[in-house]
């Protein structure tokens, strides 16, 4: 099972500073679609409100990443997406204004900051150095944008006729449901967390439930798809050889010993253990293939029947005994 | 005689206490040389004799530590140790051992600087009790 | 003083012992019954539910 | 080929036992033709404790014992057994775990004590006399009494073969125990002789013998709170069942009459620990944590019977 549900864009009505009711203060998700040939206006660069060509074009970054208020994490592409924008546009209509807001600009990687200089090349203007403090309508339907810029030293003002807020990169709705459905659990922010950062990244806490893509965190294209096929070959090599190699550490029944009480079936957070008929009653026994290995089960087992490999009431036990003694 | 250094036990969930004690380790964050950590993949592996066995083999304190709830890697294991645990101790209580000599707390795998100081308070706290009373033979 | 003691008393339960002291002619002086079981049901049983204390005290005689 | 001999004695105990072999009914004419009874006080037969120190050492084949230790005469008396039997076995749970009795670990002597003689509405004792272990009456006559101490099962004290629970024994149980001893068909020493299987395993009332999974209990109730619904499992009604952790050799007895085992059969063989055991297998059954607090004095119910064998033994700092 690969887990591969993408992410939403963080909508702007989140962000009252920056006028989210005004139809020309649009995400970047939004003004992609408006430069597509495929979207709304064929390709034609137009303002929402009047449909007129914009002049002076104000892009802001870090709308909701980096922010205490929504998100901590930054959400990685879009600098990135934001010096494309800014290429196509300067590319194509080489008069138009364009100011872009970063906090600083974020191009790690190969290529990168050569697209970055380059964008720079064609005249983008970028400006450092802190959060746009407010947008906000003028009178005569353009933007005021607010903001500071630390290579000046000093606070800057604009007028845009359209204002492109790079919004975060959320976790869709329901992704917490989904992993509780299949046993994957949630890290804070809200994306599923994959067992360890560098040598399991792929990998959730749940045997055979495997992550790929911004479900896991925000990512660029080269990365989602890197992590989509590391997901796809761990998933082929699980299935491949036709076999089921499972940890070592899971609990097994010893159904002499089992009494039938059957208080560990519906502790088992796995439901690995079911009834089984031996000998003519009804025992336990527990599915090491949906076995996780926490040994709850064997820690409640009133007859000692169940023995929780690796981590067995003797070891455990023993080395109390021996870090007491010491 | 040599002066009375307590032993404690601490034991701690593979995936956040344990954790929370190897970070404490990488931020250099120190905690007292009694504390002594037993692994166990999920709390929920704690048996109570686990806790009872420590005690009559002479440890001065028992600290089990797990993940906030929610964040248990096998989903409810720690649902099941604070049930097993608070009756235990229910019990313990009503057999003469002091309400501070065990403890149970939540860790996380992030929480570093918590766990140096949670092993710090409850080291002070059985300092402040003196010796088990199994080992020290008072009044048994 | 001679002494002749029967510990334990039989075909009973509940452990009791009786000393018998004989004078000088070997009659009897004085003789004592001695019971020297003690339970402590009356301390133990405090704190226990009101409903568990007849299928406890039973076990005071099994007799 | 003789009898093997056969030595019975009660220590602290109440004899409730010794009642458990005379249910054997006509059984017991088979037993007391099959063995020769060398030795059987209090209760039985008329033999002293003198007779028994001179046996030679070994001369006795089995020797059974049935309650706890709990003076200085039954370690004595006990001492003296291991030297004389060949088998030693302890019978009943007083033996085996320690009793109901041994819940006098709860408290020193001076207090139980204190208690029965003093401090009682119902007591005229102004002078507060307490039995002492040895006076001089009439400055005369000079009697003795055994020293009391904490309440010990059997292999606190001596070295054990074969244990036996139950309080008493189920008679039935006891025919399965005896006849296995008299044909030799024995566990390898240090055995339960029993069937090792928790009540459950065969309880009318377990849902899982007919494969149906156990529920979490979701209420606690008391034993006068209701009427347990005919054939349905107590522990999932909320009533405290111990019958996972107890041995079932007593035919069910307790839960066929509506009434919630209280663990008299003492713990599945590996157990070490049965309150422990206990509290880990009730509060995992409990559905929410909330319902741990509205347990009634849980040493009571978990350590009932086997409080001088667990793991603590006795209240600390008492």
Known sequence: MIIATGFKPMSKDHFKEYSPQSPDVITSMEFERILSSTGPTGGELKRPSDGTKPKNIAMISCVGSRDERHHSYCSKVCCMYMLKHARILKEKYPYINLYLFFIDVRTAGKDFEEFYVYTKGLGAKIIRGGRVSSVDEKPNGKLRVRGFDVDLGSPVELEADLVVLATAIEPPDGVDELGRQFSATCGREGFLREVHTKLFPVETSAKGVLIAGCVQGPKDIPESIAQSRAAAASAASLIIPGKIKFEAIVSEVDKDKCSSCGVCVPLCPYNAIKLETYKDKEKAKIEAALCAGCGVCASACPSRAITFHGFTTEQILEQISALVEA | ?140 | MQTIEINPMTRLEGHGKIKIFLDDKGNVDNAFMQVVEFMGYEKFLKGMPIEEVPRTVCTICGV | MSKPKLAYYLAGGCGGCDIAVVDLSETLVDVALAVDIVFWAPTVADAKYKDLEAMPDGSIDVGLITGNVRNSEHDHIVKVMRKKCKVLIAYGICATSGGIKSLVNLYTTEQLLDKAYVDTMSTDNPDKVIPQTSCIVDSKYDLTLPALFDAKPLDQVVSVDYYIGGCPPHYDHVKTAFTALLTGQLPPPGSWITSGKALCEVCGRNPVLTGKPKKFTTTIKRTFEGTPTEGACLLEEGYLCLGPITQGDCGVKCPNANMPCRGCGGPIPGVKDFGTRAISAIASMLEKEELVDEIPDPVHLFYRYTLAGSALGKKLNR
Request: charged letters at 25%.
């Open chain 2, 1 to 140: 005689m040599a002066e009375w250094e307590p032993r404690i036990i601490v034991i701690a969930c593979h995936w956040c206490t344990y954790q929370g004690a190897d970070l404490a380790g990488s931020l250099r964050y120190s905690y007292p040389p009694s504390i002594h950590i037993v692994r166990v993949p999920c709390s929920g592996r704690v048996e109570p004799e686990f806790i009872t066995e420590a005690i009559k083999s002479g440890a001065d304190g028992v600290f089990v530590g797990g993940c906030h709830f929610g964040d248990c890697h096998y989903r409810s294991g720690n649902y099941n140790t604070i049930k097993r645990f608070n009756l235990l101790k229910r019990a313990l209580v009503d057999l003469g051992l002091e309400d501070e000599r065990v403890k149970l707390e939540w860790i996380s795998g992030s929480e570093g600087k918590k766990f140096a100081e949670e092993m710090t308070v409850f080291d002070a706290k059985i300092r402040e009790l003196g010796p088990n009373p199994i080992k020290g033979g008072a009044n048994v």
